[in-house]
């Protein structure tokens, strides 16, 4: 696919309740354009653990053997990455930022999330995650809209769309030292 097709697509997906499972679905399907097969296996959308009740939005499952997701399986304990999407018109708060660091306590999961968000997180989501981050080392990285679009961009080059989400993990990790 053509970066312009999704483009396109992600232009016709408005923030709010109406359209949030076609955004969490555009974001499994990008990732899975942009990472599979070589680094990761398909997404799991709606991913449901038992005890406790938690429910996913999205689960990737690293395969790499290098690169950046291999490099997260190991520093941050497993393969299996959480990726939580928000399509708010509103800044995400701190309870969004906690409520998706449980899920990362989980034995089978990495101690490394994805929140995409439509909008730069709000400074208590910021404060909330960097608390998290200080005390338990489960870090929450934030991709907000620019860098959806930055992704798109690298539709079809892997080496790219690997150094996009590292740069998109730097920053965020700098805004956490």
Same mark, same amino acid.
Request: a positive charge; one cysteine or more; proline letters at 6%.
């Given at each position: ?8 697509? &992600? ?14 679905? %555009?974001?499994?399907?990008?990732? #899975?354009?942009? %990472? %599979?097969?070589?680094?990761?296996? =398909? ?25 950046? $997701?291999?490099? $997260? ?6 393969? *299996?990455? @959480? @990726? ?10 701190? #309870?969004?930022? +906690? ?13 490394? /999330?994805?929140?995409?968000?439509? *909008? ?9 995650? #960097?608390?998290? &981050?200080?005390?338990?080392? =489960?870090? *929450?990285? &934030? ?12 539709? /079809? +080059? ?7 989400? =590292?740069?998109?993990?730097? =920053?965020?990790? *700098?805004?956490?030292?």
């Amino acid at each position: 696919m053509q970066p312009s097709t999704f483009h396109n697509h &992600f232009n016709r997906i408005i923030p709010g309740k109406k359209d949030w499972k076609s955004y969490e679905v %555009f974001i499994a399907v990008l990732l #899975k354009v942009l %990472f %599979f097969p070589s680094l990761i296996d =398909r997404p799991i959308l709606q991913s449901r653990s038992q005890i406790p009740p938690y429910k996913r939005d999205i689960i990737i499952p690293s395969k790499s053997l290098a690169g950046v $997701w291999h490099s $997260w399986s190991w520093q941050y304990g497993g393969d *299996l990455f @959480v @990726v939580e999407c928000k399509n708010y018109k509103n800044p995400i708060s701190s #309870k969004e930022v +906690e409520s998706t660091a449980k899920y990362l306590r989980r034995p089978a999961l990495a101690n490394l /999330g994805l929140i995409f968000t439509r *909008l730069d997180p709000s400074d208590t989501a910021y404060a909330a995650a #960097k608390d998290i &981050f200080e005390t338990d080392g =489960r870090l *929450l990285i &934030f991709l907000i809209d620019g860098d959806v679009r930055n992704l798109i961009d690298s539709l /079809g +080059e892997q080496e790219k769309s690997e150094e996009v989400i =590292r740069s998109i993990y730097v =920053r965020n990790k *700098l805004k956490m030292s």
